[in-house]
């Protein structure tokens, strides 16, 4: 019984591990993607096109968006004005650039 137990456990952590790559996401390639196709309308952390609507802590936690999940979904499917990027960017790149916002809204982009 122990053993089947163990064997378990080990497979639930080993797909606990496999399908939370947003944690391992490397913010290095986040900011070079963030910067090619992001920064036309968010540099710095700015909303060009929605002023109030940034991508600094404060703002990001006012509208539910201040998650690695929340991130990936919002630019992975779009919403209002921003387009959707499932089309241009790789699931693993979207993650990058979702770990890259949000290290930046804890650094208040500086």
Known sequence: MKKI???LL???AIFTFAF???ALANTANGAKLFSANC???HAGGKNLVQA???LKKDALEKYGINSAEAII???TNGKNAMPAFKGRLKPN???DIAAYVLEQADKDWK
Request: net charge neutral.
């Open 10 to 12: 080990l497979g639930i």
């Open 20 to 22: 939370s790559s947003p």
């Open 52 to 54: 109030q609507k940034t």
């Open 93 to 95: 790149q979207i993650e």
């Open 5 to 7: 137990l163990s064997v």
């Open 73 to 75: 979904a919002q630019v």
């Open 39 to 41: 920064a036309s309308c």
